[in-house]
Nanobody, 122 residues
Framework: VQLQASGGGLVQAGGSLRLSCTAS????????MGWYRQAPGEQREFVAG????????VYLDSVKGRFIISRDKDKRMVYLQMNSLKAEDTAVYYC????????????????WGQGTLVTVSS
């Protein structure tokens, strides 16, 4: 499975961005997809996840009510709609997939995209 993330950029606090992740290759093995982020000097953290078939979602507490993860199975894409952005949302955002059940554990995801930078100015 190959993943290509896009949609990052510079936005003012309170603004919105939508990230996209395109999956190619043997997508039939995908069961869960996740968005992670990594700020400078910080560990990579789980932001949101979705199951490929059922659309079940999980969110980091600090983004609940602001971010929405969704997927388009026909287009083989996963999206992260980010609203009411804050300076602390600044990070490189990565999409990832795994064959197993949805989880927040970083080590459980075995396919990663290249990352897209989101910068929120205060």
């Amino acid at each position: 499975v190959q993943l290509q993330a896009s949609g990052g950029g510079l936005v003012q606090a309170g603004g919105s961005l939508r990230l996209s992740c395109t999956a190619s290759g043997d997508i039939f093995v995908i069961n869960a997809m996740g968005w992670y982020r990594q700020a400078p000097g910080e560990q990579r953290e789980f932001v949101a996840g979705i199951t490929w078939n059922w659309g079940t979602t999980v969110y980091l507490d600090s983004v609940k009510g602001r971010f929405i993860i969704s997927r388009d199975k026909d287009k083989r894409m996963v999206y992260l709609q980010m609203n009411s952005l804050k300076a602390e949302d600044t990070a490189v955002y990565y999409c990832a997939t795994r064959n197993g059940d949805i989880t927040t554990r970083t080590s459980a995801y075995n396919n990663w995209g290249q990352g897209t930078l989101v910068t929120v100015s205060s």
